[in-house]
DNA sequence: TCCATTGACGTTTTT
DNA sequence: CGTCAATGGA
């Protein structure tokens, strides 16, 4: 058979990785070198030239969306159909499992997966419930703890605390939630990891199985895998797994959520013959991009080493913009934007990223103000909708009753006069008889523990549930899904609210009932197992949706730095690059390693850029309601300055204050301060400084002054004794 | 039960 | 400065 199609368009290392190895590969893939493509081709050769079944394979990503796209390119790679194909999230192939095998792992046929709002609210009730006060013992603390063990594969039990009275009460907390979790056959985030490593563990029959049957394993964004992760797949792999890793140790930015670089070292140690190959030659960006990319990352201690180079010529030199403020900096990112769509190019072709999510709101108000479409990544995810929770929280109720987290959602949504009182009254029958809520409720209204009124108002909701599940037995899903939305008169619930918001959460339901009607059962659920229902369930919970609409529109991309890894743009704008916003003071703080992993996020930022890269950071910042003189960042520092063009602003336009405010109201007429914006001054105590702003007039005008020694200050013009240099 | 006011707090996010 | 959640009065 001819394959030179799988090797022809690939460069050496490239072939070297897809082709050099009958054991075990380490592919260290620099940014933009072709990762995913080595991934893919890897995957065919082992299928067209090495003969391998597809059954045997077991390629896993982190995302859906890189999961979908290399089963997506496989398929046309291959010209076959990728269907036997094991290609998943790490979470989705454990929930198959978790599925497949639930008696095994002790999980009840129905469990349900807890997102983690779910997993919040549950660990509050329950710190509630063992009178713990909120104040000192929040839940999403809790939740962090929890979610970090499970991530190093502990339970409670095996947890040292040594009477360290924080550790000991939180891992009594974990105890409680895990009883409530196990009780109801409700399973986090974390749990369908940790269960998938355990039923490894704890069944050997099943495990030896898996063993026998994938012989190939591939995994994308290795550097990203925590503790469990890693367990699980050296489980698997025993002796006889081929396995095949790609990761960039210089791309490690999810540390701080249990992400564990060392796993690409544990890999060289604990695997034998490991070949590793360097993809280093980048198809994306511009020689000087790459070169600042470089150097900065250079400073970077115990690295593995790697050097990105291109065979494309060096580019326009990288952009530095020294901003007055965060108004400026804005305003001048889009007029960049604005001359870029002049020359005709495209707005998608622009990302605005930056550190913290909260940034983007500025640039949102230019680009809305300049008439520019864009897009912010990262928001609220369809299936994370209130209204779409609380539609589905019926349906899992109807379809596993014990499930605690859907009871406590919707029993009084709308209102059905099960107030605060009968509700604790179900939760105290639950606690002492070890029952779900569920349960509980039918518990107390067979006792006749309630009032009249709370007795009929809860035998009357147990009667809907009952009533919904009988007769909707055999609808099919999407008549299911509008049964239960109009049966539960959810939309009573929000009639309350604001017009518009109501009419946004109807639109919701409605679009919800159209998905549960056009829903197919996908093959691997099928051949799992799951019924349409199952499968709906867990789709809605392991794939929210897509963050929004797609990218079709032709709209400038605004998104954190963490959320534009592995993406392009030829355009690129790094914003808010100072001291404190990025790196983050917190990374700043603590010594333990995070300053290093910032470099990282600014070095995933750089090589996002095709052609141009904009650097920016304000000179004064408002940060919790005060003003802030900030440093730039120090990774500008970092870069070659020979590569940094500072544009220096304008100073007659570009002083935001004349252009946001052209202050004709105040006493003081623009030409009527005795300074101008952005002139230098002198004060008898403080020295130089620069005028940055005016506020107020006649006698009570302040001036804010950045002063080159003493930093900025607002002063009242009639006491300042100023003079003009 | 609801809305409004007050108060604390303030990285990064996928599953 | 803004947001979100908790609290308390009507």
């Not at 190093?152 to 550790?167: S, W």
């Not at 025993?238 to 564990?260: E, P, T």
């Not at 769509?341 to 809305?368: P, V």
Request: glycine share 8%; net charge negative.
């Amino acid at each position: 058979m001819d394959v030179s199609h799988l090797l022809d368009e690939l460069n050496e290392p490239q072939r070297e990785a897809v082709a050099g190895s009958d054991g075990h590969v380490l592919v260290l893939a620099g940014a933009g070198s072709g990762k995913t493509r080595v991934l893919v081709h890897r995957l065919a050769w082992l299928i067209q030239v090495e003969h391998v079944s597809p059954l045997s394979v077991l390629a896993v990503t982190f995302t859906n969306k890189a999961a979908g796209e290399m089963r997506e390119r496989t398929g046309k790679l291959l010209q076959v159909s990728t269907r036997p194909l094991w290609i998943g999230t790490f979470h989705g192939i454990a929930h198959r499992l978790l599925r497949m095998h639930w008696k095994e792992a002790a999980l009840p046929e129905t469990f349900q997966i807890l997102d983690s709002e779910d997993q919040q609210r549950l660990l509050r009730r329950i710190i509630r419930e063992e009178g713990m006060d909120e104040a000192h013992w929040p839940a999403r603390q809790a939740q962090w703890f929890i979610n970090a063990r499970k991530d190093e594969g502990e339970r409670p039990q095996n947890i040292e605390h040594f009477d360290h009275p924080v550790t000991s009460t939180w891992v009594h907390v974990y105890q409680r939630y895990q009883d409530y979790c196990n009780r109801g056959g409700l399973v986090d985030f974390a749990e369908l990891l940790l269960r998938a490593h355990e039923l490894w563990l704890e069944q050997p029959t099943v495990l030896d199985h898996y063993r026998k049957r994938l012989q190939h394993l591939l995994i994308d964004e290795f550097q990203d895998t925590n503790a469990i992760q890693y367990a699980w797949l050296r489980m698997l792999a025993g002796d006889s797994g081929r396995v095949f890793v790609v990761g960039d140790d210089d791309q490690s930015i999810y540390g701080w959520r249990g992400a564990k670089v060392e796993n690409v070292q544990h890999f060289l140690n604990d695997f034998p013959d490991v070949r590793t190959v360097r993809l280093e030659q980048n198809y994306r960006s511009t020689g000087n991009i790459l070169d600042a990319a470089n150097a900065l990352i250079a400073h970077n201690e115990g690295r593995m080493g790697k050097k990105l180079w291109t065979a494309d010529p060096a580019g326009k030199p990288i952009q530095l913009y020294a901003a007055f403020n965060e108004q400026d900096e804005a305003r001048f990112v889009v007029e960049q934007i604005d001359q870029w769509l002049d020359e005709g190019r495209r707005a998608d072709d622009c990302a605005i990223l930056y550190r913290t999510t909260a940034q983007s709101r500025l640039f949102e108000e230019y680009l809305l103000r300049a008439s520019i479409p864009y897009r912010v990544y990262g928001g609220q995810r369809f299936f994370e909708r209130t209204e779409v929770k609380d539609a589905l929280a019926y349906l899992r109720l109807l379809h596993n009753p014990n499930d605690d987290a859907a009871m406590e959602r919707v029993i009084n949504k709308p209102v059905r006069a099960i107030g605060e009182k009968t509700i604790s009254l179900i939760r105290i029958q639950a606690r002492e008889s070890n029952l779900t809520l569920w349960q509980a409720a039918g518990e107390c209204v067979s006792q006749g523990i309630f009032a009249t009124r709370a007795g009929s108002a809860v035998s009357g909701f147990i009667k809907l549930i009952e009533g919904m599940r009988e007769r909707m037995q055999d609808w099919t899903l999407g008549n299911q899904m509008q049964g239960v939305i109009d049966e539960s008169n959810l939309v009573a619930h929000y009639e309350k609210e604001p017009r518009e918001r109501m009419e946004t959460r109807i639109e919701n339901l409605r679009e919800l009932a159209t998905a549960a009607d056009a829903f197919i059962l996908p093959h691997e659920d099928a051949d799992a197992g799951l019924t349409e229902l199952q499968s709906f369930l867990s789709h809605a919970a392991l794939e929210a949706g897509e963050t929004q609409g797609e990218s079709w529109d032709d709209c400038v991309q605004l998104m954190t730095l963490h959320s534009a890894k592995g993406l392009e743009f030829p355009m690129v704008f790094l914003a808010g690059m100072e001291d404190g916003l990025f790196p983050h003071q917190r990374s700043l703080e603590d010594s333990g390693g995070r300053l290093e992993e910032e470099r990282r996020l600014c070095y995933v930022g750089m090589t996002r850029a095709r052609e141009q890269l904009f650097i920016s950071y304000a000179e004064i910042r408002r940060m919790f309601g005060s003003q802030n003189h900030c440093r730039p960042s120090r990774f500008i520092g970092e870069m070659p300055s020979e590569l940094l063009q500072e544009i220096r602003p304008r100073m007659a336009t570009s002083r935001p204050y004349v252009a946001a405010q052209p202050v004709s109201s105040a006493g003081f007429s623009g030409q009527d301060w005795p300074f101008q914006l952005g002139q230098v001054v002198l004060h008898p105590k403080f020295g130089e400084g620069t005028v940055l702003a005016f506020e107020g007039s006649g006698e009570h005008t302040r001036v804010h002054i950045n002063f080159h020694d003493a930093g900025a200050k607002w002063l009242v013009m009639a006491y300042a004794k100023l003079q003009a240099r």
